[in-house]
């Protein structure tokens, strides 16, 4: 057990100062007005983890080398080129050492859980390795490595363009049956259990790549095992998909998933970029979550998510790095808002009725949301949850706001670095005063595979 006081903190029903929180077996048990004796000071002001609902690991090792244009040809398909040349050299062992990397950055800058939406199933020549889950196990090692949490979502991708087209070269260590697909979930359920502070999911990887049978399929086996099992899915991230979704199905995405899966509060839609209003309010009815991932889409020239008005409307999101052209959830949560403020020529759009700040609004909200998409304990401060929580350092948020209804703006809008000093994962420090126990020999193995992987 450990007894740990903060000066300032952001609990679920708001700001306090002054308390205790009693930490036992990585859950808090008790919150205690005032300082109780042999308590750990924290050095700054305490607020809940952020959770990441979008990440391909692997995608951390190109972020910056699809940057060089030519002549506006550049878009997400040329950008997928570059990342199937990369897949053609990685191994196992290269793909755990990214993967550590990244989560060291993930929680410096202050995610304390991540979604691993995770297709790089088999060999470099697309044959299974001895163990299916070899490469899913690599991502659990490289979470408990770093300490971050983990929701493994084994990617189910079965053909190259709507109407199960076959496979390209570039995708053959993704592909799966859905039989072995089922068996790949089972045994990274298996894995699970034993690595702590880690659960399972699916993703099934759009709906140009699952046929209708094989989703159902995996859908069934998934919720067999887990009924309250995650399930992400790339939905609607770019016109072209939405097209060929309409001419195959005659049916937009979004619409068909809304028609043709039982979405509940377990999905999110991760990029659900190009909706229309009916599709909208069909998430929000369902209770699916869109998993928005606001510096990607704009790298990558998606489009902007109708946020203002899902919000509005009552919709759950969650934010995800996805790509990792940023790892840095104050980004995204900036990105998000910023987005709205050009679209509309507005200023302060996703604050709420009951929260003004904008920040503190999307930061809570985010949080929450991004709990529900991995279906963790976790997203707010309160007894009963996890204890995954950053320190923003106290100088420097001096040097911003003076009262607390401004310290999330000050830290979204005008931070100019990390604002990040310690993060606790599951009851444990993971970053302390900045750093990362693993940070110098991570850093060095992966600037050696960087060299190796870009010759
Ligand atoms: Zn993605």
Redesign the pocket.
Known sequence: MMKLFAEKILLADGWATDKTLVIDKGVITDVIAGFVDSAERAEGIVIPGMVNC?S?AFQRAFAGFSEQGSEGQDSFWTWRNIMYKFLGQLTAEHAQVIATQLYIEMLKMGYTRVAE?HYLHHQIDGKNYAQLSEMAEAIFKAAKGTGIGLTMLPVLYRHAGFGELPANDGQKRFINSTEQFNQLVSDCFSLSSTYSNTNVGIAPHSLRAVDKKSLHSAVNHVRNLDAKAPIHI?IAEQQKEVEDCLEHYGERPVQWLLNNAELDEQWCL??ATHINDNERKGIIASKAIAGI?PTTEANLGDGIFPTTEFLLEGGTFAIGS?SHISVNPVEELRWLEYAQRLIKQQRAILASPKQASVGQNLWQKAALGGAQSTNSNTGELRIGKQADLLVLKKNEMKLFAHSDQYLLDSLIFASQQNMVSDVMVNGQWVVRGGQHALEQDSAKQFTDILEHLSA
């Open positions: 979008h391909h939406f790339h991760i990029h991932c996805d």
